[in-house]
């Protein structure tokens, strides 16, 4: 738990679910205050109360709302020390199939509204010389089909973040990003179930390599079906959970603060251990990149581990991030 003196603020987009949920839980825990905001005001009253923070219902996409949202946060509790930029949505389709109207959605979402909260937000974090953490997701650094305007909108989100860390780091803000692959999220859950139902899988159909589903007689549904194919390439074999992310936004967040900025961490579940991670260097303005043995994450708050699945062994440069 923090000392008085210690417990900072912070407000966590796309709060009251999955990773959002799980971060705002995680500095709770730590002794710290926390702010949730979200369109649905149900589950974030949920989150609030079990972690003594303030719900604020807002949609991050309406420019007005983000002003009012930091002003919420600073009535409540007088400073703002860090920001987690978790919202976000999803349209499927590539560039000739995505209409307008989704392509807008999700950059209004995923990117524009960041941007107003991040210059609403700014003159207090630079007050506080705090944090942000940005979640993007590795579709930022490596695509899929079908996926032209999510992955072009968390590729935008990773260059905001790193734009900040860049001008304003100099003024002791701290700007990082993260890249999860799958999580167990309701967002995921309902993309599980949409892709059970296109390939056919249920609860005695495992797909195997080539489509060619085989009985799996263990019972398991369409959608864990799902999350077993998407997620054979991953070093773990699984999808992540939202506190395993949390707990990386957790670290980037904690003082005393780590040098590294202008980050990028893509995660996984936890690795097998035949995958090795190497170690990003120190800061966007270090003499250059130092390979380091993989070793626990809080071993060392100076150095972010990167791991993609499916790649092996990754080094991540300062100011560029290997891809999924």
Request: aromatic share 4%.
């Amino acid at each position: 738990m923090a000392e008085d003196e210690d417990r900072r603020v912070y407000l966590v987009t796309g709060g009251g679910t999955g990773i959002g949920a799980a971060t705002a839980r995680l500095l709770a825990a730590a002794g710290h205050r926390v702010v949730v905001s979200g369109r649905r005001p149900e589950p974030l009253h949920l989150v609030a109360e079990e972690t003594g923070g303030l719900a604020v219902p807002s949609d991050i996409g309406d420019p007005d709302a983000t002003g009012a949202l930091v002003d919420a946060a600073i009535g409540a509790y007088g400073r703002l020390d860090g920001l987690v930029l978790n919202a976000g949505i999803g349209r499927g389709g590539g560039v000739g199939e995505v209409t307008l109207e989704d392509w807008d959605a999700v950059m209004r979402t995923n990117l524009t509204g960041p941007f107003h909260l991040l210059r609403a937000a700014l003159p207090h974090l630079l007050e506080a010389r705090g944090a942000v953490v940005a979640v993007a997701s590795v579709s930022a650094l490596r695509n899929g089909v079908g996926n032209a305007a999510y992955a072009t909108s968390k590729a935008a989100l990773l260059q905001l973040c790193r734009s900040l860390a860049v001008d304003y780091g100099g003024a002791g803000l701290r700007a990082n990003t993260v890249c999860p692959s799958w999580v167990r999220t309701d967002m995921a859950d309902r993309r599980m179930n949409r892709f059970a139902e296109e390939a056919g899988l249920d609860s005695g159909a495992a797909g195997a390599s080539g489509g060619s589903g085989r009985s799996s007689g263990s019972g398991r549904s369409g959608v864990e079906v799902a999350y077993e194919e998407v997620t054979r390439v991953l070093p773990a074999g699984r999808p992540g959970e939202p506190r395993e992310v949390a707990e990386a936004i957790a670290w980037l967040l904690s003082p005393p603060p780590p040098s590294s900025t202008a980050r990028c961490s893509p995660s996984t579940a936890a690795p097998r251990r035949s995958i090795r991670a190497r170690w990003a260097s120190r800061s966007a303005w270090s003499r250059g990149t130092a390979d380091r043995p993989a070793a626990p994450l809080r071993a060392d708050r100076h150095h972010v581990a990167a791991l993609v699945g499916g790649t092996g062994s990754v080094t991540a440069r300062t100011g560029d991030c290997p891809g999924r």
